[in-house]
C-alpha cells in the first residue's frame, strides 16, 4: 500500500487503482483484527475463514490494476519514465501478489477443512512435481482452446534428458499450479503463432518441448515454427504497457481464446522468477520462437524472492530514467558509419 502511494499521480487519480487500494485497506484491516485475539480453535478457524475472504475479495484484481492503467492511457500521454515507474510497480506489485497468494493457499490448505490426506502434496506443493506430466496437461488444455478456434491444432513433441540419472523421470519440488501456468501461457502463444503462419497450407508443424536436468537447473524448452518475431518486438512482449487493446471482458472471454499478449508473459516470467527461476524468449525471425522455462534443480536453491519496500524501491519512482548515453547517427557526415552492400 505504501507503494501503491509513489505511483505516478496520474495513474492514483484513475477509478480502478481506487478500487484497488480500497481493497486493501478492507484487507489489512481484516487481518489487523486478528493483532491481539488468543490463539484457539474458534479464532483461528474465523482466521482461515477470513483468509478465504480476502483470497476471493482480491481475485480478479489484475484485471482491476490493467483496466487503471488502461483508463490512465486513455484520458493521458504516458511518457516513458511513466511507463517505467508503471512496469516496475507492476512487477513488484504482481509478484507481491503471487507470494500472498501462496501463503493464503498454504494455510486454508493444511490448516482448512479442505485437507486432502491421501495425495503426496503438501498444501498446494508436490514435493515430486513430474514436469513432463505438467507439460502434457497444459499442452491438451491449450489444444481445446487452439482447436476451438482455428479447428486445429499442432502437435506435441517431448523429450527429457536427465543428465544426472540417465532414463528416470524429472521430478522437482514445485508448485505445479504455477508450471501449469506458464506453460499453458507459452502453448498459447505458440500455437496461435503456427496456426496464423501457417494459416494456407493446413499443415502444422508440431511443438517441441525439451526438459532437461542438469547439476543446477531444470530447462523447460519450447520451440514452435510460428514465424519467429522480429527482435525489435522482442522486449515489449514483457511490457504490461504494451498489450494496448483493452481485455476481452468475463462474457466474450471464451470467443477469444487465444487472444493478444495481455499481462500472460510478464506474470508467467513472475512465477518462474518467485521460485529463482527464470522465463527467457529467443527468436529467429521469420522461423519460429523458442521460450525457456528455467528452474532450480534443487529446492534449497529455490526460497522465494520477494519484493520489499525500502529507500531504493522509493527512489526509484523519483530518479528519472537515464536519457541515452549511445548514438545512432542516421544521417551523412563524418559520425555515420553503416554497413552498406555498395
Ligand atoms: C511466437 C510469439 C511467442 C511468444 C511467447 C512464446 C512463444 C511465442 N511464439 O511466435
Known amino acids: 500500500m505504501k507503494e501503491i502511494h509513489l505511483l505516478p499521480e496520474n495513474l492514483l487519480k484513475m477509478p480502478s487503482v481506487g478500487i484497488v487500494n480500497n481493497m486493501y485497506a478492507t484487507s489489512f484491516e481484516d487481518i489487523m483484527q486478528f493483532e491481539k485475539v488468543d490463539v484457539n480453535e474458534t479464532t483461528l478457524d474465523k482466521f482461515c475463514q477470513t483468509l478465504v475472504k480476502i483470497r476471493n475479495r482480491h481475485k480478479d484484481i489484475v484485471e482491476t490494476m490493467a483496466q487503471g492503467v488502461l483508463e490512465l492511457k486513455e484520458s493521458h500521454d504516458v511518457d516513458a519514465q511513466t511507463e517505467n515507474n508503471i ?28 485437507l486432502n490426506g491421501h495425495s503426496r502434496h503438501v498444501g498446494s506443493i508436490d514435493p515430486s512435481c513430474e514436469i513432463i506430466s505438467v507439460v502434457k496437461d497444459a499442452y491438451e488444455k491449450a489444444r481445446l482452446l487452439c482447436d476451438q478456434y482455428y479447428l486445429a491444432s499442432p502437435e506435441l513433441i517431448v523429450q527429457q534428458h536427465n543428465e544426472l540419472e540417465r532414463c528416470s523421470q524429472i521430478r522437482i519440488v514445485y508448485v505445479p499450479s504455477h508450471l501449469f501456468h506458464m506453460l499453458f501461457e507459452l502453448f498459447k502463444n505458440s500455437m496461435r503463432a503456427i496456426m496464423e503462419h501457417h494459416s494456407s497450407n493446413a499443415e502444422y508443424p508440431a511443438i517441441e518441448v525439451i526438459v532437461s536436468r542438469g547439476k543446477e537447473d531444470i530447462c523447460v524448452k519450447m520451440s514452435d515454427r510460428g514465424g519467429g518475431i522480429p527482435r525489435s518486438q522482442m522486449d515489449h512482449l514483457f511490457k504490461y504497457m504494451y498489450s494496448t487493446a483493452p481485455r476481452p471482458t468475463k462474457t466474450d472471454a471464451h470467443t477469444v481464446p487465444l487472444a493478444g499478449y495481455g499481462y500472460g508473459l510478464p506474470v508467467s516470467r513472475l512465477y518462474a522468477r518467485y521460485f529463482h527461476g527464470d522465463l527467457v524468449l529467443q527468436s529467429c525471425d521469420g522461423y519460429g520462437t523458442d521460450a525457456i522455462i528455467y528452474l532450480k534443480a534443487l529446492s534449497n536453491e529455490a526460497n522465494e524472492l520477494l519484493p520489499i519496500f525500502n529507500k531504493t524501491s522509493s527512489k526509484f519512482y523519483r530518479t528519472q530514467v537515464s536519457t541515452t548515453d549511445w548514438s545512432s547517427h542516421c544521417g551523412g557526415g563524418m559520425a555515420t558509419r553503416q554497413l552498406r552492400m555498395s
Do not use: A, K, P, V
Request: net charge positive; glycine share 4%.
Open 87 to 114: 512496469q516496475y510497480f507492476l512487477d513488484r506489485f504482481l509478484m507481491s501478489r503471487i507470494s500472498i497468494r501462496m501463503l493464503i493457499n498454504q494455510h486454508t490448505l493444511l490448516f482448512g477443512n479442505e
